[in-house]
């Protein structure tokens, strides 16, 4: 182990917990692991409930790759001159392994200052993920979706650029497309049945979106009985079938004491040149339209606006989110 004088090393933990981004956090926590025990590789494998560890992120030399290796978790953990750390979550459980290969074996030193120093990375995630977690639904929040869809959009942006020049070729034609979901006369229901059964159904419907998209979709609680969704698919036919697969599965889930429950939809797709106020506003303006036109639908801004609908979404001026409407919906 190459030793790091104490001032250099708190340096490194305060670099460590520098990040506001858990995916950061971790190409952070790699860099640092790999400058202290210069290993042969690292890696970090997510933990799934009932699943197999998952890749998440590696490093070798002073390369990063988020490209799985052909090798199971299972068989590189048991590798020869392999060393599992397990990350620890909120619940004490472990949510992540960190797989640090070498050809010396750790010295009791070494172990001892890595168990130091996960210590102090489990407890920044914890707080880290308090940040970003609505705590009624478990989904992430409104601040979470502000900081992640830039982020997002940067990457749509820079994938798009490349495209272009001619650097590398995007290996799906596929497309992101964001989603805004209110619920049907929610302010009925907290009127008739009380806040109890009203946060009841914000869980449940937490529990149908995670059902209906995939873990690599992001699902966010947007702040009352709105929710966000982002997700990459084939087309737009593909995105209406998704969503319109959520509305269907939430108007035929028997809800305790409320029984029926629906939601209104409101779709956009998102582009290289999407600004976050416009997407808001595109897909808020469809949401608007659903309301307006029966509730318990789904509507795709690009397809009103053809259809001559709506009229164009000015960013500097329709701004409001129809709080009024959703209010009284």
């Excluded at 209110?182 to 109890?196: A, E, Q, W």
């Amino acid at each position: 182990m190459v030793k790091i004088p104490l001032q250099e090393l708190v340096g490194k933990i305060a670099a460590l917990t520098d990040h506001r981004d858990i995916d950061m956090l971790e190409v952070s926590l790699l860099k640092t692991v790999n400058e202290m025990l210069s290993p042969t590789w690292a890696a970090i494998y997510h933990v799934r409930e009932n699943e197999p560890p998952e890749f998440a992120v590696r490093i070798q030399g002073d390369a990063l790759s988020h490209d799985a290796p052909e090798e199971t978790f299972s068989t590189l953990a048991s590798t020869r001159g392999v060393t599992t750390f397990s990350i620890i979550g909120n619940g004490r459980a472990v949510i992540a392994y960190l797989l640090i290969a070498r050809e010396s074996e750790l010295s009791p030193v070494e172990h001892q200052t890595m168990c130091g120093l996960f210590r102090i990375y489990d407890n920044y995630l914890s707080v880290l993920k308090d940040s970003q977690i609505d705590r009624l639904t478990g989904l992430l929040n409104r601040h979470t979706f502000d900081f992640q869809l830039e982020k997002a959009l940067n990457l749509i942006r820079a994938a798009y650029q490349d495209e272009k020049i001619g650097h590398r070729r995007r290996k799906e034609n596929g497309a992101f497309f964001i989603g805004e979901i209110d619920i049907d006369h929610f302010k009925h229901i907290n009127d008739t049945f009380g806040h109890l059964y009203g946060d009841e159904v914000l869980i449940i419907i937490a529990r149908i979106l995670q059902s209906t998209f995939r873990k690599t979709d992001l699902i966010y609680r947007f702040g009352g009985e709105e929710f966000i969704v982002i997700v990459y698919v084939d087309n737009e036919n593909d995105a209406e079938l998704t969503f319109e697969r959520l509305r269907r599965t939430v108007e035929n889930h028997a809800f305790p004491q409320v029984e029926k429950v629906t939601v209104s939809i409101g779709v956009t797709r998102i582009t290289d040149t999407s600004m976050p106020i416009e997407l808001l506003g595109h897909a808020d303006q469809a949401l608007y339209y659903a309301k307006q036109h029966g509730r318990n639908q789904v509507c795709f801004y690009e397809k009103l606006l053809a259809e001559h609908k709506i009229r164009p979404h000015r960013a500097n001026t329709d701004v409001t989110l129809f709080e009024d409407v959703k209010e009284s919906a």
